[in-house]
């Protein structure tokens, strides 16, 4: 059965860089039939995509976090990660990570498998 | 502010139905047809319930269907239970490859 674990910093200083890990166990990231994609939750609000990565790097990111968003993969370790820089008070959130499908060589946007997220939050 | 917008709440008895719509624009919901509803208990993963607008996957109840008119996707939950009782969100792609959710649904089963 596979499973998604994040872990990182639970407290992040305004103006820094988040950084996010994210382990896939039980299957292979290096998978072609999966995107792996994050996900964050502000307390009391909607969830918004931050951005997704298939094993040989490629990526999409929402276009309103674009500038401050890196997704990596280390297939070594069969982890991803998210770097998040210059961090606000509005990036307080519950930070998911997430399985997405490939079908017929097309990203499905759809995430079939979530982690049960990490919550991050910025202050002084 | 959500790109994609649901009602705050919903309720329904036991063995009832109830939908939740979800309304966003030509640009997303109404473009395509990967509209996504996921289900989310606090403290747990979410889970999808529905994919590419009305398609279930293995394990998901029949009793939960999703629809598309328009703008507006629904999601229907028939036969109500109580372990339905859970947050719900909507998710659509939209243009330029990104993807976008709405603000989510409390489903309370009274």
């Known amino acids: 059965q596979l499973q998604l674990q994040e872990s990182g910093p639970g407290l992040v200083r305004p103006s820094e860089t988040l950084s996010l890990t994210c382990t896939v166990s039980?299957?292979?990231?290096?998978?072609?039939?999966?995107?792996w994609g994050w996900i964050r939750q502000p307390p009391g609000k909607g969830l918004e995509w931050i951005g997704s990565?298939?094993?040989?790097?490629?990526?999409y990111y929402n276009p309103s976090l674009k500038s401050r968003v890196t997704i990596s993969v280390d297939m070594s370790k069969n982890q991803f990660s998210l770097k998040l820089s210059y961090i606000a008070a509005a990036d307080t959130a519950l930070y998911h990570c997430?399985?997405?499908?490939?079908?017929?060589?097309?990203?499905?946007?759809?995430?079939?498998?979530w982690g049960r997220g990490t919550l991050v939050t910025v202050s002084s | 502010q959500s790109a994609l917008t649901q009602p705050p709440s919903a309720s329904g008895s036991p063995g009832q139905s109830v939908t939740i719509s979800c309304t966003g624009t030509s640009s997303d919901v109404g473009g395509y047809n990967y509209v996504s509803w996921y289900q989310h208990h606090p403290g747990k993963a979410p889970k999808v319930m529905i994919y590419e607008v009305s398609k279930r996957p293995s394990g998901v109840p029949d009793r939960f269907s999703g629809s598309k008119s328009g703008n507006t996707a629904s999601l229907t939950v028939s036969g109500l239970q109580a372990e339905d009782e859970a947050d719900y969100y909507c998710s659509s792609y939209a243009d330029s490859n990104n993807l976008v959710f709405g603000g989510g649904t409390k489903l309370t089963v009274l």
């Open positions: 990565i298939y094993y040989s790097g490629s990526t």
């Open positions: 997430a399985r997405q499908p490939v079908v017929r060589n097309f990203l499905n946007w759809h995430f079939d498998l």
């Open positions: 039980g299957g292979a990231i290096s998978s072609s039939s999966y995107y």
